[in-house]
């Protein structure tokens, strides 16, 4: 009888631990179905499909297949998926490994708000133009302000208010990449600073864009110019033979586009007719090489961006030759500029050179004076606090980059200096020791003169 008591609760206990057990299972069960589906549906109906990780060595990979991902063709290209040209102009050879860049979150943010501003943003027509010039240094710039989470660049160049005016302002914006409110929406085409119309058409979009312009040794641009179109047509007279009129009387033929286009206080000029001056921007495109951190400091001022790109985007890649990103914004992999940047250019005689120099000497200093600036290195030699011609560059009493030290440790001041108004003047004294400072300095035939003391 006990026994039989026994066995019969067993099999209840046995019957309970088993209904318990079921419905644990479905309660499970129900809770992960109900779970999961609107996490599904949350992604679905916010980012569509997820793509897959893109910013690792193997994402230009999965990106080939990522077909109906959630990028866009323009984020994809960005990305460096295949077929981008950015992606092709990377020289190979001079990657490093992504894991020696730092700055892994800042990129991470800049993808965050790419994608934002694919879902969220508005095609714009730009806010900001690299305008010129030519083998300046544009590419450089432009590559370089884009890792910049509040700006979004066309990669390519739209010749908008050059060629395709006609299209129209519908067109033209069509062509621009998405922005939120806060981003800077920029492209590039540096014919714009040589031609005629453009700065009346773009002070018709916008009498408020801001204008950057590369600059560069105009002689030294010339060349390149010359060397870009020499590896496309190798037929083409030589540099002496286009550049020069009558080459033994010194007379430089400044039709030549190679050479019109380094006149720039010509062009200047007809912008300043549309613009402020303080809408302008000018890079120098020699620092922008030995100091890119320092230009793009600038360039992110003049924006009114944050300073975001900083010395730590930036390694000198030995085998280009030059400043190369850590992490350009299409990639997690360091990259140069392709290898139409930084060609080898064509051997110039250096009488050649000098003559050029001599022609553009005028202009430059004009458009130094304009511009508030000296570009030294056009010349040379340092100018520093130097006037030309006794009555033109004036040394700014705010120049802070005139001082006694930069002076003195200059090798090549003359005793004595006739300006080019016919006066000489000596070397005075300056300071309480009574020291001498030399005042003049000659730069080929020109003599260029201090004309305020020392400070
Ligand atoms: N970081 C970096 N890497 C490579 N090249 C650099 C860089 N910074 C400036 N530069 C200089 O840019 C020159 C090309 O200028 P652009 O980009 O304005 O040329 S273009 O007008 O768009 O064809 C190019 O001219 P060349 O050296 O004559 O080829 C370079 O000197």
Not at 54 to 70: Q, V
Not at 76 to 87: E, I, T, W, Y
Not at 97 to 109: I, L, N, V, Y
Not at 392 to 412: F, G, Q, V, W
Request: with cysteine.
């Amino acid at each position: 009888m006990a026994h039989r008591l026994l066995s019969s609760a067993n099999r209840f206990s046995a019957r309970l631990a088993f209904i318990f057990t079921v419905s644990l299972s479905c309660t499970y069960l129900c809770y992960s179905v109900i779970f999961c589906r609107s996490a599904i549906m949350r992604n679905q109906g916010h980012e569509g499909k997820r793509c897959p990780p893109s910013r690792t060595a193997g994402g230009k990979k999965l990106l080939a297949n990522a077909g109906d991902c959630a990028y866009s063709p323009e984020v994809r290209s960005a990305l460096g998926a295949p077929g981008d040209a950015r992606a092709a102009r990377s020289a190979p050879g001079d990657q490093r490994g992504a894991s020696a860049s730092p700055g892994g979150q800042w990129s991470d943010a800049k993808l965050g708000n790419v994608s934002a501003a694919q879902k969220y943003g508005n095609k714009r027509l730009p806010n900001a133009l690299i305008v010129g010039v030519k083998k300046g240094g544009t590419r450089a710039v432009l590559e370089f302000i884009r890792i910049h989470p509040d700006v979004r660049a066309l990669g390519t160049e739209p010749h908008f208010f050059d060629r395709n005016y006609d299209r129209g302002l519908d067109w033209y914006r069509g062509l621009m990449p998405r922005t939120l409110d806060s981003q800077i929406t920029l492209e590039k085409t540096p014919s714009y600073f040589v031609t005629r119309e453009a700065p009346r058409r773009i002070s018709g979009m916008s009498r408020e864009t801001k204008l950057i312009v590369v600059v560069r040794n105009p002689v030294t641009r010339a060349i390149s110019d010359y060397t870009q179109t020499l590896s496309k047509k190798p037929d083409i007279p030589t540099f002496d033979e286009l550049a020069f009129k009558n080459r033994s009387a010194g007379l430089v033929d400044a039709s030549w586009n190679a050479i019109r286009i380094g006149m720039y206080i010509l062009h200047l000029e007809n912008w300043l007719q549309y613009f402020r001056l303080s809408q302008m921007h000018f890079v120098s495109g020699e620092r922008l090489i030995t100091d890119p951190a320092g230009e793009m400091g600038r360039v992110q001022d003049f924006l009114g961006l944050k300073r975001i790109i900083t010395d730590k985007h930036f390694y000198f890649n030995r085998t280009k030759g030059f400043p190369c990103l850590k992490k350009p914004e299409s990639s997690s992999q360091p990259r140069c500029l392709g290898k139409s940047k930084g060609r080898t250019h064509v051997q110039i005689e250096q009488e050649v050179i000098e003559q050029l120099q001599e022609f553009y000497r005028p202009f430059n200093i004009k458009f130094y004076e304009t511009v508030g600036h000296d570009f030294n290195p056009w010349n040379g030699h340092k100018l520093n606090g130097f006037a030309v011609g006794g009555d033109t560059l004036r040394p700014r009493a705010s120049d802070k980059r005139i001082n006694r030290k930069r002076m003195t440790s200059c090798t090549t001041w003359l005793p004595k200096c006739t300006t080019a108004t016919g006066n000489t003047t000596r070397p005075q004294s300056h300071g309480e020791d009574g020291e001498l400072l030399p005042r003049c300095l000659k730069v080929s035939a020109n003599y260029f003169c201090r004309l305020t003391p020392p400070t």
